[in-house]
């Protein structure tokens, strides 16, 4: 019993958001939230009918054992941006339980979100397991960006947790665009070797899903700057209608910077 206890994870964190485009504006029309988890009001840029929404974790981290879990849906027509107020910041797992968060996104026909930026902080001994799991219509639009910290590097935690796992999941209709697993454990993996992250600090991701992409690769390649030593970066086509730009990079304003462009420059061409 008292093991089966031990690897059970306890739910302390729901948020569920429903977008509905109602009288040329998205409204949220539902919204259920349960500590820590809660989203700000809607706001709205001039003449702009996309809702924003802050996400808000009040509790300042995931603890050991701790479950948030985020359930998002757009129905027809919406247009929604979804900020995390802050990074997620994941503690010691001094009892051995496994920090978990879980997003399931779900996109109607002719919707659009940006899910900007997802940011993971994983501090010394912590163990994390993150999950995205996205389901749309093949006229709907996801622009997701995620930078991974090799931990609290200022205080000399670089990549001193125990275990780091991602998992992205992209559905169009029927079909899987996007299967995208990451598990790092430093203390088992030679994470400086080729091939791993080859001395490289943060990894960071942008994933651009839309039947309006005009961009090919060479053209989104030529909005970064140029490489050097410390910042790498390379742009790869989907199948179909779609883009992943991936970072290895110890510059993380410049990631920030970078990350940023490509979003104002898809968003002004879709």
């Given at each position: 019993m008292n093991s089966l206890m031990k690897d059970k994870a306890v739910v302390t964190g729901k948020l569920a958001l429903t977008f509905e485009k109602r009288r040329e504006k998205t409204r949220l029309v539902d919204c259920f939230?349960?500590?820590?988890?809660?989203?700000?009001?809607t706001l709205y840029s001039e003449?702009?009918?996309?809702?924003?929404?802050y996400l808000v974790e009040t509790s300042?981290?995931?603890?050991?054992?701790?479950?948030?879990?985020?359930e998002i849906k757009l129905k027809e027509g919406a247009r929604v941006c979804l900020i995390p107020q802050s990074a997620?910041?994941?503690y010691p797992s001094y009892?051995?339980?496994?920090?978990?968060?879980?997003?399931?996104i779900t996109l109607d026909k002719h919707t659009f979100l940006e899910w900007n930026k997802e940011e993971i902080i994983p501090f010394e001994q912590a163990k994390y397991?993150?999950?995205?799991?996205?389901?749309?219509?093949d006229t709907s639009t996801f622009l997701f960006a995620e930078i991974i910290y090799p931990g609290r590097e200022k205080r000399g935690e670089s990549f001193r947790y125990r275990?780091?796992?991602?998992q992205l999941q992209i559905w169009v209709e029927d079909s899987c665009w996007v299967y995208d697993p990451l598990k790092i454990f430093p203390e088992k993996m030679q994470i400086e070797k080729i091939g791993l992250l080859e001395g490289f600090m943060y990894i960071a991701s942008v994933w651009v899903i839309t039947p309006k992409l005009e961009w090919t690769e060479n053209q989104l390649q030529a909005l970064l700057p140029s490489e050097d030593k410390n910042h790498v970066?390379?742009?790869?086509?989907?199948?179909?209608?779609?883009?992943?730009?991936?970072?290895?990079?110890?510059?993380?304003?410049?990631?920030?910077?970078?990350?940023?462009?490509?979003f104002k420059k898809v968003k002004e061409r879709i």
């Open positions: 939230q349960a500590p820590p988890l809660k989203a700000s009001r003449g702009d009918d996309q809702a924003t929404v300042g981290g995931l603890v050991a054992g701790d479950l948030n879990e985020y997620t910041k994941v009892n051995e339980q496994t920090s978990k968060q879980k997003i399931m397991e993150g999950s995205t799991l996205v389901r749309m219509e275990m780091l796992s991602t970066v390379g742009v790869t086509n989907l199948k179909n209608n779609g883009l992943l730009v991936r970072w290895l990079s110890s510059n993380l304003p410049r990631i920030k910077k970078e990350i940023e462009q490509i």
